[in-house]
């Protein structure tokens, strides 16, 4: 296994990495709106949650020579569900043509006071 550590993404706050690399498949760590530069946590709408939340899954997929296409999976975590046309379209923003699975759960509470959290499957 090899983890990933990349600026271009905040560091963890835990006792995880941003994501394990295991025989050709990545496993990325659920990501909040945590700006990597300040590594504070953007407590905005949710529609300025989900763009931070994005960018920093496209700085992990950037530091590894990857893009959105090679995304296999995600699972989305919504403190409220009634968020999802937003989160949605901003979302779709991020993937042309090709779209990948895609779990979307609302929870009752996240790291933070977060309103989204995504996790992602990524290969190579």
């Known amino acids: 296994m090899q983890m990933i550590e990349t600026d271009k993404a905040p560091k963890a ?25 300040t590594q504070e946590f953007i407590n905005g709408n949710i529609r300025e949650q989900t763009e931070r939340v994005m960018e920093n899954i496209k700085g992990i997929l950037e530091e590894l020579n990857l893009n959105f296409n090679h995304v296999i999976k995600t699972t989305i975590f919504l403190k409220n569900i009634e968020d999802f046309p937003v989160v949605n379209e901003i979302y779709g923003k991020y993937f042309d043509e090709y779209k990948p699975a895609r779990s979307t759960v609302e929870v009752s509470n ?8 995504i996790e992602a499957i990524v290969g190579k």
């Open 13 to 37: 706050i835990g006792p995880y990495s941003q994501g394990v690399i295991y025989e050709g498949i990545i496993f990325l760590s659920g990501q909040i709106a945590i700006d990597p530069k």
């Open 110 to 117: 996240l790291p933070k006071g977060a309103l989204i959290e």
